[in-house]
């Protein structure tokens, strides 16, 4: 997992509509990136749905969250539009893996992402990592919180 | 709004006032979605087990829109009845199929409270709000996924209706 104090990886992805995104869109605000394994999963399901549960707050924080997985795009739309969310999911499909692997979050075993949070700096730093010992539990997005308030008043 | 709450990690808070307890024997803490499948048949396997219930509203808007509003219905039966809220709740998790607001004013008046006042309560503040205080402090604690319990201020790991039965034969 990508430690933190280092330098954010720049990443050009499709979102859920195909719209290519980079890490640079989001400057000016803390970037959430929450990698997950795969769209339609009981377990990713219930994470991302509870982050849609806890956005406006995030937001509040002058923060920006993003989900993403090796998952396509069109996967992606029919995914977000199943759980309401309206938070963006991008799409690491082609090379398959490259941007989780570059954030450390990418599991060769199992062929997708492991379930893991980074909080990019406004300045494009990691500020905090998370990685979830296996797949089936989910980083509550409470632990997201303790890592947008360290050090801030909320 | 609750400004002093941050979401930031925090202990389970432990049944207290204005909390819904039902039954004897080993405390537990649940946090539940109305609208939630899982929800519902955990309810169903667990609750005949000699356990002191503690529930909290955990509704999950997004994925279930329907879900606040029984939660906020839940918590204004309660106003006039805590007997009420129970026999409430249990429907609600019973028939997952006739939870649109006819069927929720016919319960109202088979429990024979004020079908008016119901009607006033669900939509206040302060039922907003205690909703509202439920889900906070599930996901200050760390709940991601529902049903989800606590025992002891722990959380309880793996199905929680095994758990729970396990927990209730100690």
Not at chain 1, 129 to 134: C, L, M, N
Not at chain 2, 62 to 85: K, M, N, T, W, Y
Not at chain 2, 142 to 161: I, K, R, S
Request: aromatic letters at 8%; a negative charge; glycine letters at 8%.
């Amino acid at each position: 997992m990508i430690e933190p104090g280092t330098s954010a990886p720049d990443f050009r992805l499709a979102d859920h509509d195909g719209n290519a995104v980079t890490l640079a869109d989001f400057g000016g605000r803390r970037l959430v990136l929450a990698f997950y394994p795969l769209d339609f999963s009981a377990v990713c399901s219930d994470q991302l749905s509870i982050y849609q549960e806890v956005l406006g707050e995030i937001e509040d924080r002058d923060a920006a969250l993003v989900g993403v997985s090796v998952d396509s795009s069109a996967c992606h739309a029919a995914f977000r539009e199943r759980l309401g969310l309206t938070y963006p999911l991008l799409a690491d499909f082609h090379p398959k893996g490259a941007v989780c692997a570059a954030y450390g979050a990418y599991m060769d075993d199992w062929g997708h992402a492991n379930r893991s949070l980074v909080l990019i700096d406004r300045d494009g730093t990691v500020a905090w990592s998370f990685a979830t010992p296996t797949p089936l539990e989910i980083p509550g997005a409470n632990l997201i919180f303790d890592a947008l308030d360290d050090g801030a008043p909320a | 709004m609750d400004g002093t709450s941050s979401l930031g990690s925090a202990a389970v808070p432990p049944p207290g006032p204005g909390d819904h307890v039902r039954g004897r024997g080993p405390e537990v803490v649940l946090y539940l979605d109305l609208g939630c499948p899982r929800c519902a048949g955990t309810w169903e396997e667990i609750t005949t087990l000699p356990l002191q219930v503690c529930v909290r509203h955990f509704p999950v808007a997004s994925r279930r829109p329907r879900s606040p509003v029984l939660h906020a219905a839940a918590e204004a039966v309660a106003i006039q009845s805590e007997d009420g809220f129970w026999e409430f709740w249990d429907s609600l998790l019973a028939d997952r199929a006739h939870v649109d607001d006819p069927h929720l004013w016919e319960r109202v008046e088979a429990l024979g409270l004020d079908l008016d006042r119901f009607q006033r309560d669900r939509r206040s503040d302060a039922v907003v709000e205690r909703v509202r205080r439920d889900f906070r402090s599930g996901i200050s604690a760390g709940v991601a996924a529902t049903p989800a319990g606590f025992a002891a201020g722990a959380p309880l790991a793996g199905e929680l209706g095994v758990v729970l039965r396990e927990l209730a034969s100690r």
